[in-house]
């Protein structure tokens, strides 16, 4: 998990392999605190995590894309008969914060879990690797740039507002922390959609 923008330069040549979880679903596979990771690059075989050293002491015979994920997968599915419970009320801390789009009171959702807001917020940093407050505006960033894409010349106080920001510059200063451009700036470099032949605009994929 990151919480702002960075810039990695890569040689051409350099192929790049992820896996992706959704938030709390990779506690499944280990016991670290997941703030422990965050805003970090950290060499996974030397801490206790979903993989162990015999994968990647066997990743560099891979050959193609295909091979690595197959490998990945059949290590993560010899780990399903050893998994460690996931944190219920922080998985359902998740969905609320996400069915309202970064938007509800984070007090609100301390209470629905049934729990005071100290132990709430230590849990979720705990099992998410950010504050609630962190989560909900990565996420509320995310719904904003969706509605750019979607409404490619609609104004941008009025997404900020719909979007749940106070106004024009609170949106700015989140797309400064986590895109390193301003909304404006994002637009112009950004390919938010391509033209067909007969000049008809689609959405591209993001």
Do not use: W
Not at 31 to 53: C, H, I, K
Not at 56 to 78: D, G, R, W
């Amino acid at each position: 998990m990151r919480t702002a923008f960075i810039e990695a330069d890569y040689p051409k040549s350099t192929q790049l392999f992820g896996v992706g979880f959704k938030p709390a679903a990779i506690t499944a596979f280990t016991r670290v605190p997941l703030e422990e990771l965050t805003d970090r690059r950290v060499e996974l075989a030397l801490v206790e995590t979903l993989f162990d050293q015999s994968f990647y002491e066997t990743l560099p015979e891979k050959q193609s894309i295909a091979e690595i994920v197959a490998h990945t997968n059949s290590c993560l599915l010899k780990r399903f008969s050893c998994l460690y419970p996931v944190e219920s009320q922080i998985i359902r801390a998740v969905d609320l914060i996400c069915l309202s789009k970064g938007q509800l009171s984070l007090a609100d959702v301390a209470s629905d879990v049934c729990l005071c807001q100290r132990h709430f917020e230590r849990k979720f940093k705990s099992v998410i690797g950010v504050s609630p407050k962190m989560f909900a505006k990565i996420f509320r960033f995310n719904n904003a740039l969706q509605c750019m894409q979607k409404h490619q010349h609609a104004d941008l106080l009025t997404i900020a507002v719909e979007c749940g920001y106070y106004d024009r510059t609170h949106l700015t200063k989140d797309f400064k922390l986590l895109t390193g451009e301003t909304p404006t700036g994002f637009r112009k470099k950004s390919i938010f959609y391509v033209r067909d032949e007969d000049n008809s605009c689609n959405f591209a994929d993001y």
